[in-house]
């Protein structure tokens, strides 16, 4: 099997294109398991494979594993890298894309560089999902009701996870839930905890884990430094911690917003660089991430002896 690793940010995937590699749905986990690993395998965050749709309004899917071989909905990172590679790779000459990833379409704007290959990338995320229900996040409405502005913002976004409080570690944390197409728990770290001694290998699972998240969640660990920049380490579930999450730094843009930290223009400064998010503010209104995407080799595994 070809492949191509990539990277955004630090994120990387091995990325696959589903129109000449035919691999078996039931077989993509453990081989996805094998390639991620990074002592046995090629190392990666998960891998992706592009895929041709027979839809005129649609360019190309993105079918996406995490590091574990279990299924995600969306990544920044890795629709960025979609979009470069189908450009780079002469899979399409056009500049803006239309990429659809577990049903979900998101539009792409490519910035070209002087060598002809992408340079930068720029995806209309989609409006933040912001119904607690939705997210999918599992608590209480008196819960809700106590949580700092509630009755505020639910005026304007209805029933919302905004400054929830949950003990883990026990510890008492306040967490604000939003879905990027992926379920994201954002925990704004107090200003004597620093965030580079963060023990986020101990903290990160038992947040992945909780029960008040059916579906498991991704989550982002967040300092301010001032209204336009934020720090932020991310617990991706699935993978563990990442260098940086697309759609993780969407959902940090969005609370830091939601919670009148931050002004409507973000960067978020994760541990592989920096990714540009904004957000107007209205629950209807897209987050715009913007990023760089880049193609680390190419190469070719043998996925024959692979079991599963």
Same mark, same amino acid.
């Given at each position: 099997m070809?492949?191509?690793k990539?990277q955004?940010c /630090?994120?990387?995937y091995?990325y696959?294109?589903?129109?000449?590699?035919?691999?078996?749905?039931d077989?993509k986990?453990?081989?996805?398991?094998?390639?991620?690993?990074?002592?046995?395998?090629?190392g990666?965050?998960?891998?992706?494979?592009?895929?041709?749709?027979? *839809?005129?309004?649609?360019?190309?899917?993105?079918?996406?594993?995490?590091?574990?071989g279990?299924?995600?909905?969306?990544?920044?990172?890795?629709?960025?890298?979609?979009?470069?590679?189908?450009?780079?790779?002469?899979?399409?000459?056009?500049?803006e894309?239309?990429?659809v990833?577990?049903?979900?379409?998101?539009?792409?704007?490519?910035?070209?560089?002087?060598?002809?290959?992408v340079?930068?990338?720029k995806?209309?995320?989609?409006?933040?999902?912001?119904?607690?229900?939705?997210?999918?996040?599992t608590? *209480?409405?008196a819960?809700?009701?106590?949580?700092?502005?509630?009755d505020?913002?639910?005026?304007?976004? /209805?029933?919302?996870?905004?400054?929830v409080?949950?003990?883990?570690?026990?510890?008492?944390?306040?967490?604000?839930?939003?879905?990027?197409?992926?379920?994201?728990?954002?925990?704004?770290?107090?200003?004597?905890?620093?965030?580079?001694?963060?023990?986020?290998?101990?903290? /990160?699972?038992?947040?992945?884990?909780?029960?008040?998240?059916?579906?498991?969640?991704?989550?982002?660990?967040v300092?301010?430094?001032?209204?336009?920049?934020?720090?932020?380490?991310?617990?991706?579930?699935?993978?563990?911690e990442?260098?940086?999450?697309?759609?993780?730094?969407?959902?940090?843009?969005?609370a830091?917003?939601l919670?009148?930290?931050?002004?409507?223009?973000?960067?978020?400064?994760?541990?592989? /660089?920096v990714?540009?998010?904004?957000?107007?503010?209205?629950?209807?209104?897209?987050?715009?991430?913007?990023?760089p995407?880049?193609?680390?080799?190419?190469g070719?595994?043998n996925?024959?002896?692979?079991?599963?």
């Amino acid at each position: 099997m070809k492949f191509t690793k990539m990277q955004g940010c /630090g994120n990387d995937y091995v990325y696959v294109d589903g129109s000449k590699e035919k691999i078996s749905k039931d077989r993509k986990p453990s081989i996805v398991k094998f390639i991620s690993d990074r002592h046995f395998g090629v190392g990666s965050d998960g891998v992706i494979f592009i895929n041709p749709v027979d *839809d005129e309004e649609i360019d190309f899917e993105m079918e996406m594993y995490n590091a574990d071989g279990t299924r995600s909905e969306m990544c920044g990172n890795g629709i960025r890298c979609v979009a470069k590679y189908v450009y780079d790779y002469h899979l399409t000459d056009k500049q803006e894309l239309t990429i659809v990833s577990a049903g979900k379409k998101k539009y792409i704007d490519l910035t070209i560089g002087e060598d002809g290959l992408v340079e930068s990338v720029k995806v209309d995320m989609g409006a933040p999902i912001l119904d607690a229900a939705s997210v999918p996040v599992t608590v *209480d409405d008196a819960v809700l009701a106590k949580s700092k502005n509630y009755d505020t913002l639910s005026e304007a976004y /209805g029933r919302l996870a905004v400054n929830v409080p949950v003990t883990i570690a026990g510890k008492k944390w306040e967490v604000t839930c939003v879905s990027m197409g992926n379920p994201h728990c954002v925990v704004f770290l107090p200003e004597d905890e620093e965030l580079a001694e963060f023990d986020i290998n101990t903290i /990160g699972p038992l947040f992945e884990n909780h029960p008040m998240f059916p579906n498991r969640t991704n989550t982002e660990f967040v300092s301010i430094d001032d209204k336009n920049n934020v720090r932020m380490r991310v617990w991706e579930r699935g993978t563990g911690e990442t260098l940086a999450c697309g759609t993780g730094c969407c959902a940090t843009t969005v609370a830091c917003i939601l919670n009148l930290l931050t002004d409507t223009n973000v960067n978020v400064h994760v541990l592989g /660089g920096v990714i540009k998010c904004s957000w107007d503010r209205k629950p209807e209104s897209p987050v715009i991430m913007e990023g760089p995407a880049t193609t680390v080799f190419e190469g070719e595994i043998n996925t024959d002896n692979i079991i599963g």
